[in-house]
């Protein structure tokens, strides 16, 4: 088998490898020039722990290769993979599908004999239907062009492992042949165990925006805790610890913070309550804007920390934030919590230095008025308050003793709540961390 991936972003460069992982042979389609040349030299125009490796390794082998021309693929492939990007459409919280359609359009005038077209962008329940209506009108070879949702579950910083190993598939399918061709394509992980889910497209659909939505609730939910535990003098951490034993409830994502971010659940989320309106249902997930209202006041709050571990002041203070990413394990600054306390913290007239060992770059494209330092050394050099907002290993490893000599004042809030409170504050520092005493 054949296959094509369309969009070579986050989730196209996965799935591309991937793919070639399993043991096919693969072409993407890249328009950008740019883009396109990192690719075919075996390397990923974004950071993804392992994903580089992976793509020289296909590139070198001649299994895997990139290209802007959709001739290529449209007869060769027997699956082609849409994974265009969905972000959040300029002044509304729906989605932005336009460069989905645009894959579409340029597809579809091509597909001269049956094939399968999956999708794996995330999108709002519904838009299946119009993909497929789409095809069948442009394509010569009308309905014998078969539409099948496949939505990824890849965590950024895990992709490749989530690629490779999924914790779950599921097929959005219309027929016994697309079900049996998708089970062809992912026949490695499901020898390997991974369940599988069959169901008819808007039910693949909304499994993703439902489990974003429900994963959104469960970050907030326990950050809401957090509030409740800085009013007590409870631990959040602990509180964590003890409801994840509750089966029902599980640990993961329990993790208190200043919020999620990045690329995809803040804008599905939105999405998510969008197409609901549109359905008329909107009463039903009231709730989640609760959810994003939380995530935004868990951003307000470190600001209202940092003032206040400044003495109230603003003018002349210097302050150190580590971290710009949304998470760990990545170079994605997209609606990031750390960017977007920096942001603010500068605004109100404190100088600001930021320092992560990967999302420099992306940083000062979004952020360009933020100081960046080469080193989280330098980043606290005279330092009145440091901000750990990205929970980076080696901001855990550093040295609270030598640090101390580098900064003006000995302030730490430790927003990600994950640094060694006691040896803090036995080298002498003030330890904050929202949520714990």
Known sequence: ??????????????????????????????????????????????????????????????????????????????VHFICAGTPQLEGSEAADLSQVYSVVDMLAPLLTKPTLVVGRSTVPVGTS?????????????????????????????????DTLH??????????????????????????????????????????????????????????????????????????????????????????AGPGYGGGCLPKDLRAFMHRAGELG??????????????????RARIVDLTHEMLGGQWIGKNVTVLGAAFKAGTDDVRDSPALDVAGRVQLHGANVTVFDPEAMENARKVRPTLRYAPTAI???????AVLHLTEWPEFRQLDPVALK?????????????????????????TYRAPGRP
């Open 281 to 298: 249902v909107e009463e039903v997930i009231t709730f989640l804007r609760e959810v994003d209202d939380i995530n935004q006041h868990r």
């Open 166 to 255: 999924p914790d779950r598939l599921v097929f959005g399918v219309q027929s016994a042949a697309a079900e049996a061709r998708l089970r062809e394509v992912f026949a490695t992980p499901i020898d390997e165990g991974s369940p599988v889910v069959v169901c008819n497209l808007p039910t693949a659909e909304l499994v993703k925006g439902g489990a974003n939505a429900f994963l959104a609730t469960k970050i907030s939910f326990i950050n809401a805790l957090a509030e409740m535990a800085d009013a007590t003098g409870a631990d959040v951490t602990q509180l964590a610890d003890a409801l994840g034993y509750d089966k029902r409830i599980g640990r993961g994502m329990l993790n």
């Open 129 to 161: 239907k119009a993909v497929e209506e789409r095809l069948h009108r442009q394509a010569p070879a009308g309905s014998a062009v078969e539409v099948a949702w496949q939505p990824e579950f890849l965590r950024e910083a895990h992709g490749v492992e």
């Open 1 to 78: 088998m054949r296959i094509a991936v369309i969009g070579t972003g986050y989730l196209g460069c996965n799935t591309s490898a991937g793919m070639a992982e399993f043991g096919f042979d693969v072409i993407g389609v890249e328009i950008d020039e740019h883009r396109l040349k990192l690719l075919n030299d075996g390397k990923a125009p974004l950071y993804e722990p392992g994903l580089d490796p992976l793509l020289k390794k296909h590139v070198d082998s001649g299994r895997l290769r990139f290209t802007s021309d959709y001739t290529e693929i449209a007869d060769w492939a027997d």
């Open 378 to 384: 330098e980043a606290c050099r005279e330092a009145h």
């Open 405 to 429: 000599d580098v900064v003006s004042n000995p302030v730490v809030i430790d927003a990600r709540l994950n640094l060694d409170a006691p040896a803090w504050r036995a080298a002498g520092w």
